[in-house]
């Protein structure tokens, strides 16, 4: 095994690496699997862009991750690095997802204790979704049915004892419209508490998102039930990725 890798994130695209819950655990996947070395050193370009609090969080609890170094922003690699990362998404589904040391998440009892976890599915919303490739643009309220802003009743129908967990959004504030009614969970549930109540969940329920990522680094993929009806873009890159995966489809 070698002793040191040198990572360098070479791209404007950092901001998204740091800040969107999904493409930091794709990233840090990346990362972890790809480069088996003792010592593993990031560095990112963008002194603007500090190492996001949720990025430092995801990594604390990642198996493995007391491998990583991270390298104040803006620092060079002093030699050629062994990986620049210019673009994580490519290519995009050829990683393997890393996997929660659920001994370093904190165990909340006060909220882990009043649930029944074999009556309870967890899920997390998507509600007024830039669209990929649009522009920028918010997704207008009539596609809001597209996305994920409640549990679909086919699902509940599958599953009708069963309790539904929202565990909230978890992307950046200015995409996800925390104070929307529909999104109730997002302010009552941490990351490390969100990671126990999918660990404990008999499922959990998602689309294309953050949430869903994360589930998959905390439990089997079988146990990941994917919404695949609420897509709103056939993306063929992560439909292989979740066949690939594992992941169960549902639809109706």
């Not at 599953?159 to 996800?176: A, H, K, S, T």
Request: aromatic residues 14%.
């Amino acid at each position: 095994m070698k002793d040191c890798c040198h990572i360098f994130i070479d791209a404007g695209g950092a901001w998204r690496v740091l800040r969107s819950l999904g493409d930091s655990i794709i990233f840090l996947s990346k990362v972890l699997n790809k480069f088996p070395c003792k010592h593993l050193h990031l560095y990112q370009k963008n002194s603007i862009v500090d190492w996001h609090p949720r990025f430092l969080e995801i990594l604390k609890y990642a198996k493995d991750g007391e491998r990583v170094t991270l390298h104040k922003v803006g620092e060079r690699p002093k030699a050629k690095p062994d990986y620049t990362f210019s673009d994580h998404f490519n290519p995009y589904a050829e990683f393997d997802y890393l996997k929660m040391d659920m001994s370093k998440v904190p165990y909340n009892q006060n909220v882990i204790d009043k649930i029944n976890f074999k009556k309870t599915i967890c899920w997390s919303a998507r509600y007024g979704m830039r669209i990929r490739g649009g522009g920028g643009k918010i997704t207008d309220k009539k596609e809001w049915q597209r996305q994920f802003v409640n549990v679909p009743e086919s699902v509940k129908e599958k599953y009708p004892d069963f309790n539904f967990i929202n565990l909230g959004m978890p992307l950046p504030i200015q995409y996800d419209l925390h104070g929307k009614p529909e999104l109730a969970g997002a302010e009552e549930y941490d990351l490390a508490t969100s990671i126990w109540i999918i660990k404990k969940s008999y499922k959990y329920l998602g689309i294309d998102s953050g949430g869903t990522h994360l589930a998959l680094t905390i439990k089997e993929p079988e146990d990941v039930l994917f919404y695949s009806k609420c897509y709103p873009q056939k993306n063929p890159v992560m439909v292989d990725l979740y066949t690939r995966v594992g992941l169960s489809f549902v639809e109706d």
